[in-house]
């Protein structure tokens, strides 16, 4: 069965730093663009960033930019989501994607893969 399983969120008080991972069955990773979206209480899933399968770079969210660092370990079928200097408005549920191509989008609807999430908290 086709899935991705995030872990790493936590408790973190602002300035603090947290990294997340989300590791994908066989055969999801293949050649799939990964993506990083986030939804808080009350509001819509907003993109964070995403990574490529192997050409280009990863593109963030002006909100996460110079904050958030995405990667990927391909032959370890796994993606991770670096995030540093956490602010009371990154808490939300993380959730991360895979698309079946090789190139990243922007929007939710360009993922047909979807993790269970992880709760990211950071208190002021």
């Known amino acids: 069965q086709v899935q991705l399983v995030e872990s790493g969120g936590g408790l973190v008080q602002a300035g603090g730093s947290l990294r997340l991972s989300c590791v994908a069955s066989?055969?999801?990773?293949?050649?799939?663009?990964m993506g990083w979206f986030r939804q808080a209480p009350g509001k819509g899933r907003e993109f964070v960033g995403a990574?490529?399968?192997?050409?280009?770079?990863?593109a963030y969210a002006d909100s996460v930019k110079g904050r958030f660092t995405i990667s990927r370990e391909n032959a370890k079928n796994t993606v991770y989501l670096q995030m540093n200097n956490l602010k009371p408005e990154d808490t939300a549920v993380y959730y991360c994607?895979?698309?079946?191509?090789?190139?990243?989008?922007?929007?939710?609807?360009?993922?047909?893969?979807w993790g269970q999430g992880t709760q990211v908290t950071v208190s002021s």
């Open positions: 066989e055969g999801t990773f293949s050649n799939a663009a």
């Open positions: 994607a895979a698309r079946s191509a090789p190139w990243v989008v922007f929007t939710a609807a360009g993922y047909n893969v």
């Open positions: 990574i490529p399968w192997r050409i280009g770079s990863a």
